[in-house]
């Protein structure tokens, strides 16, 4: 399974896939927002399971963060899981986003709420891309503070020993808001989504 990789083609057309997705999700964001979404260039990435929980402790080890994590599944093959990832200082600062006020709602149901604004709007902005339609597990709710996020990318939906690793950056300007999206995509879901993608290509 380690022996995947992806073609410049290839990773050139997943790119452009993920660039209008994003575009879409952060669009609807920011209309819901009456704000500017700002967005980075996602980085692709094929990734070995081993390596990934350090990678996750060098890029969040300074402070906690609370993780909504969602299974998505579709046809033809393609699954994975989205997980959205917050630093605590933009966590607490979800209830002035979402016009909540404070006593409203619980901290985890405004992690879920803006979550399933960005990966369902992200996702379904892909598959459609895809000629493909997708269903999302029940989110669930990590703080690092609570469950070590690499004890939580052991528990995912699937087994895997190589991913595809997709990370987007989603900064909301007038509130400033940070949060981080990656994708994790199996080893056989990867080769599907290489089929789907050579498709693409020979239509060009």
């Not at 081993?50 to 906690?64: D, K, Q, W």
Request: net charge negative; with cysteine.
């Amino acid at each position: 399974m380690n022996d995947i990789t992806l073609t410049e083609e290839q990773r050139d057309c997943l790119q452009e896939l993920i660039n209008v997705a994003m575009g879409r999700a952060s669009d609807k964001l920011a209309r819901y927002l009456q704000t500017f979404v700002h967005l980075q260039v996602p980085y692709i990435e094929l990734i070995d399971s081993n390596v990934l929980p350090e990678r996750f402790a060098e890029t969040y080890a300074e402070e906690g963060v609370s993780l909504v994590s969602q299974g998505f599944y579709g046809e033809r093959g393609i699954l994975g899981e989205s997980l959205l990832i917050y630093k605590s200082h933009d966590a607490h600062g979800i209830a002035e986003i979402l016009g909540y006020e404070p006593d409203d709602v619980s901290e985890v149901e405004q992690l879920t709420d803006i979550s399933s604004i960005l990966t369902t709007t992200f996702l379904n902005g892909l598959a459609e891309q895809i000629n493909n339609q997708l269903a999302y597990s029940a989110p669930r709710v990590v703080s690092s503070m609570e469950t070590p996020l690499d004890q939580h990318l052991q528990q995912l939906s699937f087994n895997w020993d190589l991913a595809l690793k997709v990370d987007i950056s989603y900064q909301v300007v007038d509130f400033s808001f940070n949060c981080d999206m990656v994708l994790l995509i199996p080893g056989e879901a990867i080769k599907n989504i290489q089929t789907v993608l050579d498709q693409i290509l020979d239509e060009f």
